[in-house]
């Protein structure tokens, strides 16, 4: 009686064994499926920082061609500007010829 009782009791221990190896193996997978995920994410994050570094070199490409239309725009003026001056003197000089026309 003795006997049948250890057999049952180590029965018992060995069932206990199997599902604390299946608990285990599915804790296992757990952790494997949760680095695997971290890795995904890690990754992502790599993906959307380079996104993120092209998109301000983008923007800094933006700002330099703005501050090169601004300076072409700058040059522009200075040249109308000295376009203005070179027609007044044109008109300052038509004045002069059309009063000596006079005399």
């Not at 009686?1 to 193996?25: A, R």
Request: hydrophobic fraction near 40%; glycine fraction near 8%; proline fraction near 0%.
């Amino acid at each position: 009686m003795y006997g049948t009782t250890s057999v049952v009791d180590l029965s018992v221990y060995i069932e206990y064994l199997s599902v604390s190896t299946k608990c285990l193996s599915v804790s296992t997978n757990g952790s494997s499926a949760s680095t695997k995920a971290s890795f995904v994410a890690t990754k992502g994050l790599s993906v959307a920082t380079k996104g993120l570094s092209v998109s301000i070199e983008g923007s800094s490409i933006l700002t330099k061609g703005l501050r090169a239309s601004i300076e072409d725009l700058s040059v522009a003026m200075r040249s109308l500007s000295v376009s203005t001056k070179g027609l007044s003197v044109a008109a300052n000089a038509m004045s002069v010829s059309i009063k000596g026309l006079y005399v």
